[in-house]
T-cell receptor, first 112, second 113 residues
């Protein structure tokens, strides 16, 4: 079936260090891949999306490349800030207007 | 930033009581999704609409759950007889098309005592 697997958190970092959250997916379709971020007390917010294989998405210093060969979409940021503390979700969007498929979320905590 | 509006933000009900929550999608978005997010951050799709028509729904929503998106009124999700296991964050998302990016509201947090 269709599924998403991502780094199991929590991930604890210091400001200025780098972040990687691994994400792999399984589907027989041609997906659109998303990263969403959720802050406490809020709904998930779109960080960015990548609809095509071998393309990169980026926003606010975060980036990820849609690698169809390895079915991966790892999230990276070179230098995190305390405000990046949140839960990050790797998400699969499939054709036909179906519901999004969320990974289990990775809690990231950044200390000053 | 998303402009999906959800009310109320918090809802406390006793077991067996009705629980109703509302969603106003972003202006111009005809597609609305409802998800349930549990305390383990797992998302469960409940139902989606395009304009007033149901596109898809899971079996659970055919029993105690009901939802509608009437013309010129907020969409709503109602649980007829709340159970403790229904305690969760209920998220509404809207999109331009069924396959387009979904934008989420802040959610309604339901606590069933």
């Amino acid at each position: 079936g269709d599924s998403v697997t991502q780094t199991k958190g929590p991930v604890t970092l210091s400001e200025g260090t780098s972040l990687t959250v691994n994400c792999s997916y399984e589907t027989k379709q041609y997906p659109t891949l998303f990263w969403y971020v959720q802050y406490p007390g809020e709904g998930p917010q779109l960080l960015f999306k990548v609809p095509k294989a071998n393309e990169k998405g980026s926003n606010r210093g975060f980036e990820a490349t849609y690698d169809k060969g390895t079915t991966s979409f790892h999230l990276q940021k070179a230098s995190v800030q305390e405000s990046d503390s949140a839960v990050y979700y790797c998400v699969l969007g499939l054709q036909g207007g179906r519901a999004l498929i969320f990974g289990t979320g990775t809690t990231v905590s950044v200390s000053p | 930033n998303s402009k999906v509006i959800q009310t109320p933000r918090y809802l406390v009900k006793g077991q067996g009581q009705k629980a109703k929550m509302r969603c106003i999608p972003e202006k111009g978005h005809p597609v609305v999704f409802w998800y349930q997010q549990n305390k383990n951050n797992e998302f469960k799709f409940l139902i989606n609409f395009q304009n007033q028509e149901v596109l898809q729904q899971i079996d659970m929503t055919e029993k105690r759950f009901s939802a509608e998106c009437p013309s010129n009124s907020p969409c709503s999700l109602e649980i007829q007889s709340s159970e403790a296991g229904d305690s969760a964050l209920y998220l509404c998302a809207s999109s331009l098309g069924a396959q387009d990016t979904q934008y989420f509201g802040p959610g309604t947090r339901l606590l069933v005592l």
